[in-house]
């Protein structure tokens, strides 16, 4: 008799979700058609614009030098055991020996060479590695979609931590890296010391914040395209990928004073073939796991948040507070800064990381 009660008791939240749930999904693809129609028309202008550069991007041949820096690191590749037998992930690493391991996790349009100043600040008191996360660079990058869920990318993580001999890191990221890096400190957090987290929010406050705050879904609008199947590949590429180029290189939004060389540094395995699918597939598994539940955050945690992000809304620095037991969030708010901040303000961030690091080196 109990599990009759029981299960009547649960038979309408059970209802409750699959309906929400499919009330979710059915926004989120609507979105994502308005979004390849707006999105569509802009590359559409572009090839207008540019004639001469075609519908397709053009396949770089070599790799642009700055990405073969030899005052960067020791570039390597770390096999994975955990989360999918014989995937290889492309590393740089410097600093061996030096100190605890400083872990990098890039986001998106990026990939390890965002991390270049950083990797020259750090290496003199820490083992610094910068990933390649899956999908990226010269890393595998598996086709299906399925192999981009979280978990496996979390996997990733624990297996390069361990993998490099450590049993645990500080953890530094940006962007997608940095909605990883919150999980991770969530599930495993006896592997992370101390975290640096730059322009991103813990899925669950992403949730709850957007719901609340329209804006921010319009800020995000460009993840909605890219929950469809092979168009955003084909918009992203098209005029020589030149969506990519004015996300990075923009007078107002994008990185400041970023030389072609180091867009090169960014676009070069982007534009070989399949180079734009992995890193998309992220985006398509992002929703998979709503709606989610607030999470109690307690990993001692430096956040950076740019005043003037065009993706991300200040008022997240807020709801990020208020989900961290009490005294383990240092957050600043740089006032001059967009979304790019390990580039565009690195002396800025840097300054906040030794304060923030600096009993672990006493």
């Known amino acids: 008799m109990p599990e009759l009660v029981v299960t009547a008791l649960l038979a309408p939240s059970r209802l409750s979700l699959k309906l929400l749930r499919a009330f979710m999904w059915s926004l ?7 979004a390849g129609a707006i999105y569509g028309c802009i590359a559409l202008t572009h090839v207008l614009c540019r004639p001469r550069r075609g519908c397709c991007g053009r ?19 770390l096999s994975l055991r955990v989360s999918s037998s014989g995937l290889r992930l492309h590393y740089v690493s410097a600093g061996h020996g030096k100190g605890p391991l400083m872990l990098f996790l890039h986001g998106f ?24 996360l899956r999908g990226y660079g010269p890393s595998d990058a ?6 981009y869920t979280i978990d496996l990318l979390m996997a990733d993580i624990q297996d390069v931590i361990l993998g490099l001999g450590y049993s645990k890191c500080i953890l530094v990221s940006h962007d997608w890296g940095a909605l990883l890096a919150w999980n991770f400190s969530i599930y495993f957090p006896s592997l992370v010391e101390r975290m640096v987290v730059v322009s991103a929010a813990p899925m669950s406050v992403y949730q709850d914040y957007s719901i609340r705050h329209i804006g921010q879904f319009f800020r995000s609008n460009y993840m909605f395209l890219f929950q469809l199947p092979w168009l955003p590949e084909k918009l992203v590429s098209m005029s020589d990928f030149q969506i990519l180029k004015t996300t990075l290189t923009h007078y107002k939004t994008g990185i400041p004073h970023l030389t072609p060389s180091e867009l090169e540094a960014f676009l070069y395995n982007f534009s070989q073939p399949g180079g734009l699918t992995g890193p ?6 992002l929703f ?29 620095v807020g709801a990020i507070s208020r989900r961290f037991v009490p005294g383990r969030l240092e957050a600043h ?4 800064a967009g979304h790019w901040i390990p580039q565009s303000h690195p002396q800025e961030m840097h300054q906040y990381m030794w ?8």
């Not at 998309?280 to 598994?285: A, G, M, Q, T, W």
């Open 142 to 147: 598996p086709r299906d979609v399925d192999c």
């Open 109 to 132: 349009p990026e990939n390890w060479f965002s991390w270049r100043h950083q990797l020259r600040e750090f290496k003199s008191h820490f083992h610094v590695v910068a990933v390649d």
């Open 333 to 336: 708010i740089l006032p001059d």
């Open 288 to 316: 998979r796991n709503f709606p989610l539940e607030p999470q109690e955050l307690a990993t001692p945690t430096l956040l950076l948040w740019g005043e003037k992000d065009p993706y991300m809304e200040v008022g997240l």
């Open 355 to 362: 304060a923030f690091l600096q009993d672990l080196l006493d």
């Open 280 to 285: 998309i597939n992220y985006y398509r598994n």
């Open 59 to 77: 396949p770089r041949r070599e790799a642009p030098a700055c990405l073969k820096d030899p005052t960067l690191g020791k570039h390597d590749f």
């Open 28 to 34: 989120v693809y609507s979105a994502a058609l308005v």
